[in-house]
């Protein structure tokens, strides 16, 4: 089976733009989680989704969001873009998510200028 | 809330030593998994064991063994005999039970330095 695959896996924005990630979870998983990691912060959970609905939430403002198409396939999106938003955005997927495991993608490295 | 501790910011060691990456939690929940993850320069996190908060028997995989002591709320990770190839930052990652959803939460991490 091929692993959770990241797009881009690289990105550089400016302050104040926007930007959308996407991940393709294992094929028949169908929970798709999200999760920041920063040298100051460590791993952080953003949000979770399964069968295309948000089933948990991190504590971040709202400038994060998400969400999951039919095909499980999850894209999160950062709006007005901050320096402190520079980081490693990891997605995992799993296959009922609850206490599964999770398996990670390569992460996309976000820095805003 | 939940909070994972991993008091060991860095460990050094010389290849062929064991070495022991410790690892203790806060929950209120009864019912907890708990995880390792390494995580080796390229950035992917590897998943490496899961283990419930019902089953306190250890684990050994290989040269990776896992001490789980529920009296200590710990689970530590051990590598015998260590290699160049498990230098890594090595995360435990705890997550509650329940109908909601998938949330892990993360230690700091500790980054594992084998020397040849």
């Known amino acids: 089976k091929a692993g959770v695959t990241q797009t881009p896996r690289y990105l550089i924005k400016t302050r104040g733009q926007q930007v959308t990630l996407s991940c393709s979870p294992i094929s028949g998983h169908r929970s798709v989680s999200w999760y920041q990691q920063t040298p100051g912060q460590g791993l952080q959970f953003l949000f979770e989704y399964f069968s295309e609905t948000q089933r948990n939430k991190g504590n971040f403002p709202g400038r994060f969001s998400g969400r999951q198409f039919s095909n499980s396939r999850s894209e999160m999106n950062v709006s007005t873009l901050e320096l402190g938003d520079s980081a490693l955005y990891l997605c995992?997927?799993?296959?009922?998510?609850?206490?599964?495991?999770?398996?990670f993608g390569p992460g996309t490295r976000l820095t805003v200028t | 809330a939940q909070k994972v501790t991993q008091a060991q910011t860095e460990i050094s060691v010389v290849e062929k030593e064991d070495v022991t990456l410790d690892c203790v939690y806060e929950t209120r929940d009864t019912t907890y998994y708990l995880f390792w993850y390494k995580q080796p320069p390229s950035g992917e996190l590897v998943f490496l064991i899961r283990r419930n908060s019902f089953d306190e028997q250890n684990e050994i995989s290989g040269r990776y063994s896992w001490n789980f002591q529920k009296s200590t709320s710990s689970f530590n990770f051990t590598i015998t005999a260590s290699q160049v190839v498990d230098s890594a930052v090595y995360f435990c990652?705890?997550?509650?039970?329940?109908?909601?959803?998938?949330?892990?939460?993360f230690g700091e991490g500790t980054q594992l330095t084998v020397n040849p």
């Open positions: 995992a997927s799993s296959s009922a998510g609850g206490s599964y495991e999770q398996y």
């Open positions: 990652a705890l997550s509650e039970a329940g109908a909601s959803g998938s949330r892990l939460t």
